[in-house]
């Protein structure tokens, strides 16, 4: 590993000032298909960390549930990648890129299955920008990651079916239609100026808006909130949370860094670059941050908080993680951090119980990295974010909140009183999670 | 992640087609040395994944037997993977692929310790594959790959060093050779027209006739089969057996997408692509197949069985995860899926005790995955599919009992009874895995 | 994966010659672009291997500890790995890389935060090697690693934020600062021609010396040692240990092949192929060796043995992956493994109490790691790497011991009696790891 840097040690930039951006160098890449391998090879990579958070949310909520019930958050977990996976193949991928231009026609002619280009290339393919298979494979990925997000929220008293029903209408339709607003072209995009690179409010804060949805509609858990007062009820497995938070960790390089979406030139693996450094010590500033803020406030640390304090510095980043300087990351995940420490106890205080914290983290971090893009990009406006936020919330948490409403008229959504105390695992699997440990 | 597609929206396939195939563009490479980079690069990104596979493997069985064996579960595990790689170093790469033309010849000189390029690359280096030293380290995972499947199978009840011994011949020989038959440019894929692009056959149902004969000579574990009844010995963690499915679930991207084996033209690019999609669907139909069918089958979704239904997915599409659509490749799956949670309880009507359930997913869906390649790809032949199955299973089945059954005359393979109702843990390694926590 | 290799099987090395190199091709990089996406890449992927190893060393910590420590061992690898990303951003960087020949002004000049290069790339970036942020992602995860070794020696007695104190001094300036003088173009590195490829000694050694220095002033846990005895405390996760290591021996590649430096031609990407084989044969290596010693020695294998024997044969093998033939490699890494099942009753004989073994593994096989450079690099001086060895461990033990005692004068460095005997779980965080799970 020998090197002589030999770099000008320039001034650093700690603060958040609106950084000048270099003009994008006007670069077309060295040969096509040489940049149409790279690109492509880097949606596989990238692709493959952003499946292996399926993984980080498996064991982050395992983790944080009781012991009872930790068999069914598993299988819940699988599950919902598996059907995000057929989802998006079957309609949401094609729902989410609806064509040249926007409009309803083009929306509606998009209700079909997403198809891969032909086995050996095709001598015309367009070599300008990626295979479709590896573009199908990684936007799906968000898609999967969008359910993860509400599983852990609505955790030991869900019924699983409903919950899975929920799944299918969230990655077959509610998050290719909203995605399609800004990603796919839409009015967001072309009206709004809306920024957002990897998906704080595409991605977290949807996910957040559905199980903000589910959690008021299923209401909290049999003893959480008695006497005002609020019962804690810990994690059955710490290392498992711990690992969780490394895996997602882990995954985001690819969540942030593949939404650069080329890697056909100098400049463009260089800013994936910068994406991967930002990304890594946004997650590091939201962890100290809430290191220091648990042992300030309580005189002890709280791991749990910690934990999510890393993911709150990543979401936080996610919006924009390529135009911030290392500092302005390290602070705007910092920031993402505290948030997440005020937002835990509040929303106990509003009675919604969310065993994992995700809406703190998803949601409440999701919409303070998408207003913080204004912070270090001049091509954002506070009003196009903040508008485009309102939208995307709104559209939401109304439709996931119809689509509760009427899994719950229909078939109900709540475990009953018996199965929700004896645990979900011998309730509705009629297996242990770890049957040979006795509960203390 | 901004990008309005413009890509046509077509009709897709969903059902089972014989595609046409794309001719494969006549392409040669933009330049041989970028393309050799590309190449050797995959290599190690995928040969990394793969690797990957061996823990997760550890994981899965760690967390399916009782925990009065774990510690030794993932002794065995760790061991394994050592040894496949020290003897596929010392005799099987060598034989794996005997050089110009199989002949007996070349076999019997191929029994040498495998050499890679010498350092800094050679001037005159061939640039139209890969270096040695990727290509070594890519196969060297799927030799691991067939010896961590016998370990789940025979867990709970074998002696530590019989199994070894045991692995030392199959990642040494038994695989190998028969691999070579396929790989090497053997007679299977000279005179049979035999397909199998990862190893539906050459991996995953050698591993499972391995651990098919094993465990018809070391007998089921005790009480497990009793007065006619299956007796349930349920997994002792099922968040490790979680985390295991996680981990295999991603090294496949490694495992099938690597077997492309050229990634330095866009068509090579494109069609790994489309095994990762592949893969990855089949994964989901797998595991979505098996949710459905144990809720009607047993009124309540089976977690192991839903975890095996997604390895099932995955060794379904490993023998051409190529040409089919993103539709077929989940119905594959699919049928994998099913297959599992028929074949379990069948192997244990037959008192064959497999403690992983790894020759339903191993055996039965490698040698469905195999027949399954005449559906999508037409150079495939049922004949040629189906003799290539029996020769290597008989092969191996035959090599593996006559291996296990010296072993069991030699130095015997089973523990005494006393060790194995007190667990493998204390009885051959005078540790436990939980040591600090009481048993149910 | 159909292939016919025709390439020569010619006769290997299996003993431990020192190879004849072949001369470094004299190969400019077909095309600087090219050459600089490819290495930029690169570092992108060995990088994101390295950050995994933080998880990888809070698993196997986690695992080897007693369950009434174990969540605090898991916030202090979260929270180590967050204050190495800020530290090393804040001063590491620059300082370990002082710019333009090493000299005191220089360094005095390089207490400067680390700055990537600007948001699409700069016309005229210097593309003979990678941008400026992937090299900062990779060298950062390095310093991290070498703060994740210390934590598991002081395990279990050690207080919260002393430790994070000496993780901030650790990795701002005694990390970077000894780095400096081999990989920052240092005097170790151009006078005393010191070879180290990947760290051995820089970052193994450091990490250990560090860990030694705090485990002699912390003193031993409460009743390790006892009428002159050593009282064994097992660990309460052996499949968290297990996993542990399966993720270090993954994160590896990425820690010995990025450190190559260059993929830009066929003969660097081939270079970090036989990296990436010799690393993993030598892990091999070292768990048989284990394996293998600890049944000779005690008639039963241990577990723990083989997984530091693993970690000692990769740790070994890093000062020095490229030059050795795989047959040296695997006895490299297998001598690493006999030294650490030596290694770890000796240090219990001078009552130096390393909870996790991370003073064998990483300080004695980072030693003989990096002596053993001259058994297949002629570069190398026995006298060269000796009295290097030195001056870093002189230098990390020395200023680590003062760093420990002002610690211990000041805030004190060691947990009351009373709360580490009820562990520090509950005493210094308020919550458990398990706390569903009854101790038996």
């Known amino acids: 590993m020998k090197l002589t840097k030999t770099l000008p040690v320039v001034v650093a930039l700690i603060a958040l ?205 049999i003893g959480k909130y008695k006497d005002g007062k609020t019962v804690p009820m810990p994690g059955s497995n710490l290392t498992l949370a711990t690992l969780g938070t490394f895996i997602l960790w882990l995954g985001w390089f690819g969540f942030n860094g593949g939404s650069q979406l080329y890697m056909d030139t100098a400049g463009n693996v260089a800013d994936i670059s910068r994406i991967f450094a930002n990304t890594n010590t946004a997650a590091a500033g939201g962890a100290i941050a809430a290191l220091i803020l648990t042992q300030l406030l309580y005189k002890k640390p709280d791991i749990t908080m910690v934990l999510n304090g890393a993911l709150a510095g990543l979401v936080s980043i996610t919006a924009e993680p390529l135009t911030p300087g290392l500092g302005a990351a390290t602070l705007i995940g910092a920031v993402g951090g505290v948030l997440v420490v005020l937002a835990v106890p509040f929303l106990d205080k509003l009675k919604i119980d969310d065993v994992v914290g995700a809406i703190p983290v998803h949601l409440v971090c999701g919409i303070w990295g998408t207003i913080a893009v204004v912070l270090t990009n001049s091509d954002a406006t506070l009003g196009g974010q903040l508008i485009s936020i309102a939208i995307v919330g709104i559209f939401t948490f109304v439709v996931s909140a119809v689509v509760w409403l009427i899994l719950k008229a229909t078939m109900g959504i709540r475990v009953p009183e018996e199965d929700e105390i004896n645990g979900l695992d011998m309730a509705e699997l009629g297996m242990e999670a770890y049957p040979e440990f006795t509960k203390g």
């Open 17 to 221: 000032p609106t950084l000048a951006l270099a003009q994008e160098a006007d670069v077309t890449p060295p040969n096509e298909e040489i940049g149409y391998i790279f690109t492509t090879f880097m949606f596989l990579v990238t692709g493959f960390l952003v499946m292996w958070m399926g993984a980080g949310f498996s064991m982050l909520e395992a983790g944080l549930v009781r012991s009872k019930n930790v068999a069914m958050q598993s299988l819940k977990n699988v599950s919902l990648f598996a059907i995000a996976a057929i989802m998006y193949y079957l309609i949401g991928y094609n729902l989410m890129y609806p064509g040249d231009g926007w409009t309803i026609t083009n929306v509606l002619g998009a209700f079909s299955p997403a198809v891969m280009e032909p086995v050996g290339g095709s001598p015309d393919t367009d070599l300008t920008y990626a295979s479709v298979g590896s573009d199908f494979f990684f936007q799906l990925m968000f898609c999967a990651t969008t359910a993860s997000i509400v599983s852990g929220t609505l955790a030991e008293r869900i019924k699983l079916w409903p919950f899975l029903i929920f799944t299918v209408v969230l990655t077959g339709l509610i998050y290719p239609i909203q995605a399609s607003w800004k990603w796919g072209g839409g009015f967001l995009d072309a009206n709004y100026g809306f920024l957002d690179f990897a998906g704080s409010t595409v991605v977290h804060s949807v996910g957040g808006w559905a199980a903000l949805a589910g959690a008021l509609i299923l209401g909290p858990r």
